[in-house]
C-alpha cells in the first residue's frame, strides 16, 4: 500500500535554530498537510497545500512557519527560529482522488532544547 | 469553529465490544474519519463513513453516524490486545484539513 514517508523520525534541535521537516506524499496525490501533536495533547491543523501554494493555515501557522514543495516530489515544513513550546510530533500528510481520504505519515518528533 | 469531544479513555476485556464515541458541532463535515494511533507511532487511518450514510461496516469496525444528534460512533467487535491504542475521529470538509477529536485511549485487558 503506499504511505507518506516523514524524515527524520526525531529531532533534537537548540533553541533559536531553524529546521527543516521532510515529506515525501503519496506520488499521485495532489493535498498535502502539516499538522502537530504536542505531546498528550489534540492533534492540530498547521497548513494545507494546493497547487503550489498555502491553500488554508491555522492561527498556529505564523511567520515563522513556512511550507514548500521544492522538487515535486517533496513536501517540507521549516520552522525558522525554533521555539521550545514547537517541541511537538509534526505529521505530514496528503489526499487526493474520488475520495479525499488523508494518509499520515508516521511524524517527525521535534524536541526543542 | 468546529468542536469535536470524545471521552478519555476506555477499558475493556478482551473478546468483549467496543465503543468509543465522538461528538461534534458542525454539521457541514462531509467526511468523517477513524484514525489509530499506536504509542510512539503515527495516525493509521481505520475507516471512514460518508455524511449521507448512517452506518458502514469494515470487517471487525462498524461505523454508526446520528447525524440528528452529531454522534459517530466506532464499534470494534471481538476486541484483542492488539487493539489497544489511541482512536481519535476527524472531521473533514472534503479535500480542507481535519479537524481532530481530543481521542480516547482504549486499553484492552486480557
Known amino acids: 500500500e503506499p504511505e507518506v514517508t516523514q524524515t527524520p523520525s526525531h529531532q533534537v534541535t537548540q533553541m533559536g535554530q531553524e529546521v527543516i521537516l521532510r515529506c515525501v506524499p503519496i506520488s499521485n496525490h495532489l493535498y498535502f498537510y502539516w499538522y502537530r501533536q504536542i505531546l498528550g495533547q489534540k492533534v492540530e491543523f498547521l497548513v494545507s497545500?494546493?497547487?503550489?501554494?498555502?491553500?488554508?493555515k491555522s492561527e498556529i501557522f505564523d511567520d515563522q512557519f513556512s511550507v514548500e514543495r521544492p522538487d515535486g516530489s517533496n513536501f517540507t515544513l521549516k520552522i525558522r527560529s525554533t521555539k521550545l513550546e514547537d517541541s511537538a510530533m509534526y505529521f505530514c500528510?496528503?489526499?487526493?482522488?474520488?475520495?479525499?481520504?488523508?494518509?499520515f505519515g508516521q511524524g517527525t518528533r521535534l524536541t526543542v532544547v | 469553529g468546529e468542536d469535536v469531544e470524545q471521552s478519555l479513555f476506555l477499558s475493556v476485556r478482551e473478546g468483549d465490544s467496543s465503543v468509543i464515541n465522538c461528538t461534534y458541532t458542525d454539521s457541514s463535515s462531509t467526511y468523517l474519519y477513524w484514525y489509530k494511533q499506536e504509542p510512539g507511532a503515527g495516525l493509521q487511518l481505520l475507516t471512514y463513513i460518508f455524511s449521507n450514510m448512517d452506518m458502514k461496516q469494515d470487517q471487525r469496525l462498524t461505523v454508526l453516524l446520528n447525524k440528528k444528534d452529531k454522534h459517530l460512533s466506532l464499534r470494534i467487535a471481538d476486541t484483542q490486545t492488539g487493539d489497544s491504542a489511541i482512536y481519535f475521529c476527524?472531521?473533514?470538509?472534503?479535500?480542507?484539513?481535519?479537524?481532530f477529536g481530543s481521542g480516547t485511549r482504549l486499553q484492552v485487558q486480557p
Open positions: 476527524a472531521l473533514g470538509p472534503g479535500r480542507r484539513a481535519l479537524t
Open positions: 497545500f494546493y497547487n503550489n501554494e498555502i491553500s488554508e
Open positions: 500528510a496528503s489526499s487526493g482522488g474520488g475520495l479525499r481520504k488523508a494518509f
